[in-house]
């Protein structure tokens, strides 16, 4: 989360925007994004340079090499590093980023999906001024491979700021949930992974990461200024390149949004991201795809509108977030596995759609887990009870494994500062302990926050999958004094107090 002086940069950063006639919260979001991908693609181009230096394996050409060629005028590559250019005079900065930078990063790798997907970028920042005040914010949160969450808590900070904030949105989902999702799931290199709503696109990054590392030996893993890196030697060169070319897959609705989770990707260098401008719900998507696994936390509270539906829906419903779970199970291959965040109202809600759609998920699929969030995971940005669903597509479901998760490293306020009360480390050495070697017949101990639930006391149910609904709660019986004792001490008590008050008259 941003510090208190670095929000009120960022405020400032804000009301300047308005007040240059960026008034729109998107814009102005959009146009930070363009800056701080600026100074990312310098600095990650940098690290790996440094990683080709030291990693006799990895090769790499640096996008900033060559010469550049713009309306008639060629321009060397290196002028084009954000470490170049923000030590220009403010003017000469500000027409330079403009008229060359700006096109030289949406044609990014040339004719590729990046340059599709940002031909129609606009530069919108209107004077030197509101550039050199940008420039020097974002130059200030110093932002690296191991605190870049920072720019996206930039985007939300500033929604959260304007009324509409929460209304229509899908905040980004916090990075140690995300963590906590993907190692649950444990995508590997012969996956292929989707995220129907993919904002920010933090999920699929997280994967992308978690089977990099899964795949570098211990001694070739290396650590400098930037943080550690790993060098994936144990891919084939097959591997390497299905995983840069068949294995990530992304949708969203928003064009921004789009760009966001498309620059996101290339500062992590995915080279060929499958990146789609698209309404995974509406009857024009297209439902030939299927996948491996499916990380997500969908949009909820929203309706679609009925006639835009795809009909493929079996469910007779417009909310989103029931429908992006019959989404998830269609798209998955047979023994497909997925792991999503859901509201509880979907978990206990009486409506014949949500009855039929948990229905599913008991009937047509392994339900293995129902994890309990505190409410306040999503603050400051919402306040909102959920939980996340993991499931494999396939035959049914025998037993749930519920887990109560109270605690997530981070302090209940606004700020969210890391604390010791922390119960994630249980909860995945549980799930790996007991889930995944489907431990069925094994009990939880008196403190443990897991316990099972049949299938049959859950269809009893009406399929809820509420976990307060099956958790049991244990009384302490409370020991209580003999009413012939309370009154006499009540006695005594009294006649200390009316000791005390003649005391006191004495001295008057």
């Not at 060629?69 to 980023?97: C, G």
């Not at 897991?450 to 859950?458: A, G, N, P």
Request: glycine residues 2%.
């Amino acid at each position: 989360m941003l510090l208190t002086e670095l929000k009120s940069r960022i405020d400032k950063l804000w009301n300047t925007f308005f007040a240059n006639g960026i008034a729109d919260p998107l814009t102005a979001i959009e146009q930070i994004n363009y800056l701080i991908f600026m100074k990312r693609i310098d600095d990650i181009d940098k690290q790996n340079t440094t990683k080709a230096q030291r990693v006799s394996s990895f090769s790499y050409n640096s996008v900033f090499e060559g010469n550049y060629k713009l309306n008639n005028k060629t321009y060397n590559k290196q002028d084009f590093r954000w470490s170049h250019w923000i030590e220009m005079p403010a003017d000469e900065m500000f027409n330079f980023v403009k008229d060359v930078v700006f096109t030289f990063i949406k044609n990014l790798d040339g004719e590729s999906v990046y340059a599709d997907s940002l031909n129609d970028a606009v530069f919108m920042i209107p004077n030197a001024w509101l550039l050199v005040t940008a420039v020097t914010i974002i130059e200030d949160l110093r932002i690296t491979e191991q605190n870049e969450d920072t720019a996206w808590d930039i985007y939300e900070y500033l929604l959260n700021e304007i009324s509409s904030a929460g209304k229509g949105w899908a905040f980004r989902t916090p990075r140690h949930i995300i963590q906590m999702m993907t190692e649950l799931i444990n995508p590997t290199k012969n996956d292929k992974i989707c995220d129907p709503a993919c904002g920010t696109a933090g999920f699929l990054i997280n994967a992308y990461k978690h089977i990099l590392k899964s795949n570098t030996s211990k001694d070739w893993m290396f650590e400098d200024e930037f943080g550690i890196h790993y060098t994936w030697d144990l891919f084939s060169a097959e591997d390497w390149k299905r995983i840069k070319e068949n294995t990530l897959f992304w949708y969203d609705f928003s064009t921004k949004m789009v760009r966001v989770g498309l620059m996101n990707a290339i500062l992590h260098w995915i080279t060929t991201p499958h990146i789609t401008y698209t309404d995974t719900l509406g009857k024009n998507y297209v439902h030939n795809e299927q996948f491996d696994v499916i990380l997500a936390n969908p949009p909820f509270k929203w309706s679609i509108l009925k006639w835009n539906i795809h009909p493929d829906f079996k469910v007779d419903t417009t909310k989103t977030e029931l429908l992006f779970l019959e989404l998830m199970y269609e798209k998955l291959f047979v023994w497909g596995r997925c792991a999503v965040i859901v509201p509880d109202w979907v978990l206990f809600g009486s409506s014949n759609a949500h009855q039929k759609i948990r229905e599913m998920l008991i009937e047509n699929t392994e339900l293995k887990a129902v994890i309990s969030l505190p409410s306040w995971v999503f603050k400051p940005y919402a306040w909102v009870s959920t939980a996340i669903l993991i499931f494999t597509k396939w035959d049914e479901t025998n037993k749930v494994w519920f887990y109560d998760l109270q605690a997530d490293w981070l302090s209940l306020d606004d700020k969210r500062n890391e604390i010791s009360d922390n119960d994630i480390p249980d909860l995945k050495s549980k799930y790996k302990e007991i889930v995944d070697l489907r431990k069925y017949n094994q009990e939880p101990k008196e403190n443990d926050k897991w316990f099972w639930v049949t299938k049959e006391e859950i269809k009893s149910n009406k399929y809820d999958l509420s976990i307060s609904k099956y958790k049991k709660i244990t009384y302490t019986p409370v020991a209580y004094e003999k009413p012939e004792v309370l009154l006499s001490q009540i006695k005594e008590l009294e006649k200390q107090i009316l000791e005390g008050l003649n005391e006191i008259g004495k001295m008057i």
